[in-house]
């Protein structure tokens, strides 16, 4: 397949690993977080980990939407479901994440009691004002998670059910903003006083960046002094990345570069980005797993479209909520643990005993590792 077999050719991949390791200066080390996590999918499905010298580590970042959402906003959606009898329309790994209560979206939709929850799989914004448009007597939400790459097709089915008029129609906003995540980790303790994560650089993710362009990314080079390489999610891609990292370390270049020019330009998509202004404005905070309150760094829905706001149209208020004492999800999310740092990792915790959100989503650390480097270390 055009685009996909090319960035996975193993030929290459072996050249690109031979580069590294020549280029990568033996007396020092380099960290280089990836913040997706589809990135760390691919770290982890395609071994890219055991292809790099020791001296070149890779620190999972908390680019995965199911896995920075606080339980707080899954129990939100719960309430919604269970409480206001609305038809919650969802994307699958949601369901699965953990709440409050040993309760999940999966597990309300099952039954609470003699309660059962409607909840509804669907594989598009757009397929949840369809539903809408056929249960014109139930109230349908559609909760909506996603960093940039999300966002504007939740704008473009708002503005549409306030052009047909739907009154049964409503948006739990929980978008997230991927630069606010970045600076919070730079501003971090661990980064910044303790260095107990030290980052030598950054790979920013493709998706998000064909949105907002690779222009947002150029405050860290200027303002932290890291470099940044935004980079597609195959092997060869994050390989690539990997070697224009080493690159600007060893040559004290601190710039943002882009590996992913097959589709990312410096400006992103003005059309979308408009969009996305037109319908949403920041919110003051909002609450990440793992990062805390974390300033301007999520969306909401502006007034203008209220009618279409879940948190507007029904009672609803959000309550902090503390994860599983036995999960590490927080600190893994921060760069500061990894997946078998945790004690019930692959044991109690698995995909499909999730006890944290890290288990749940395919991009999650703890699901990537489970899945693909697990035996690595046994071995
Ligand atoms: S293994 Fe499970 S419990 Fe441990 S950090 Fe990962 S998701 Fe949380």
Redesign the pocket.
């Known amino acids: 397949m055009k685009y996909v077999d090319e960035f996975r050719d193993g030929q290459l991949a072996k050249g690109l690993a031979a580069a590294i390791a020549r280029e990568a200066t033996p007396s020092r080390n380099y960290s280089f977080m990836e913040f997706c996590g589809g990135h760390t999918h691919a770290i982890s499905r395609y071994g890219v980990t055991d292809l790099l010298p020791d001296n070149v580590r890779m620190i999972h970042g908390p680019g995965c939407p199911v896995c920075v959402l606080p339980i707080g906003r899954v129990d939100m959606a719960i309430e919604l479901a269970l409480e206001h009898g609305v038809i919650l329309c969802t994307y699958a790994d949601t369901v699965r994440i953990p709440a409050s209560k040993g309760l999940s979206l999966l597990k309300a939709k099952a039954g609470v009691g003699d309660q059962r929850a409607d909840i509804r799989m669907v594989y598009s914004a757009a397929d949840a004002l369809t539903l809408a448009q056929q249960n014109p007597d139930r109230q349908v939400v559609f909760f909506a998670i996603g960093f940039e790459t999300t966002t504007p097709p939740t704008a473009v089915i708002i503005k549409q059910a306030q052009t047909l008029n739907l009154k049964n129609f409503s948006v739990l906003c929980c978008h997230v903003l991927t630069p606010s995540a970045i600076a919070n980790i730079l501003e971090s303790p661990e980064v910044r006083q303790y260095g107990t994560v030290p980052l030598d650089g950054f790979i920013g993710p493709a998706h998000v960046s064909t949105i907002i362009g690779s222009r947002p990314y150029e405050f860290f080079a200027e303002e932290y002094r890291k470099p940044v390489v935004i980079a597609g999610f195959e092997p060869l891609d994050v390989m690539q990345a990997i070697l224009m990292l080493v690159r600007q370390v060893n040559e004290d270049r601190v710039e943002v570069e882009n590996e992913f020019t097959r589709a990312v330009s410096r400006d992103g998509n003005l059309k979308a980005q408009n969009l996305v202004a037109e319908v949403f404005e920041l919110r003051r905070e909002f609450e990440w797993r793992g990062l805390g309150l974390v300033p301007y760094s999520a969306l909401k829905i502006r007034d203008q479209f209220a009618a279409f706001d879940a948190e507007q149209r029904f009672p609803l208020s959000y309550r902090a909520v503390a994860d599983?004492k036995?999960?590490?999800?927080g600190a893994?999310l921060r760069g500061v643990k990894r997946?078998w740092d945790?004690k019930?990792?692959g044991t109690a915790?698995t995909p499909e005993t999730?006890?944290?959100?890290?288990?749940v989503s395919s991009e999650g650390a703890?699901a990537a590792h489970y899945t693909y480097g697990r035996y690595r270390e046994v071995a």
């Not at 036995?326 to 999800?329: L, P």
């Not at 999730?354 to 288990?359: D, E, L, N, Q, V």
């Open positions: 599983n036995a999960c590490e999800c893994i997946p945790c019930v990792f915790c999730p006890m944290g959100s890290c288990m703890c």
